[in-house]
């Protein structure tokens, strides 16, 4: 939706320039192709409504979150580790977690342009939503690689992907690791009596 609403602006752009410049020889005007680009860049780069797909190469924040554009996206029905998070594997040795998640979704990635459609999400502003590439849910992937574990509070789509990674032992369950979401639940509570106190 966005492509086609960026084309349609960049061509009224043009041609509202074309028709309000005048056409001097010596002194045209690069105004209307300015606009025509701004027009078509903004269309292009605007925040995903409820149900509006984005499409486009996505840059990995964490091991559940990506940026297309100028939106941020987590992935609906996971929960991965932090960036900062750390684990333990099966030798009892930390790791970093957080950032071997991240990584491993960019290059599953690579250059590939995603596609994601957004869920009904109550995140307070973020865009909650299935993303893919090509037909592979992302999360799903994630999830089967041990990378993340399934979002409690959302439905069970994800459970026994979860239940083959852990009967493997892959990724975060080769060893010892707190749960993504009761960890960031625990930091919201710690900032919350900071504030207090």
Same mark, same amino acid.
């Given at each position: 939706?966005?492509?086609?609403? +960026? ?177 960031? +639940? ?12």
């Amino acid at each position: 939706m966005s492509l086609i609403l +960026g084309a349609l602006l960049a061509c009224a752009a043009g041609l509202a320039g074309t028709l309000l410049c005048p056409d001097d020889a010596a002194r045209r005007s690069r105004l209307p192709l300015l606009a025509a680009f701004l027009a078509g860049g903004l269309a292009w780069h605007a925040p995903a409504r409820a149900g509006e797909a984005l499409h486009g190469p996505a840059r990995v924040l964490d091991g559940g979150t990506l940026l297309i554009g100028a939106s941020r996206i987590s992935l609906a029905g996971i929960a991965a580790p932090d960036a900062d998070q750390t684990c333990s594997d099966a030798r009892d040795q930390t790791y970093a977690c957080g950032r071997a998640a991240a990584r491993a979704l960019a290059d599953h990635i690579g250059g590939a342009a995603i596609t994601c459609e957004p869920r009904p999400s109550e995140a307070g502003g973020a865009v909650v939503a299935l993303c893919r590439i090509g037909d592979e849910d992302l999360g799903a992937w994630m999830v089967a690689q041990g990378l993340a574990v399934p979002d409690r509070a959302a439905a069970p789509t994800y459970a026994a992907a979860a239940d083959r990674a852990w009967g493997r032992r892959l990724g975060l369950w080769s060893g010892v690791f707190q749960d993504p979401a009761e960890r960031r +639940g625990r930091r919201a509570d710690m900032a919350g009596l900071r504030v207090a106190g």
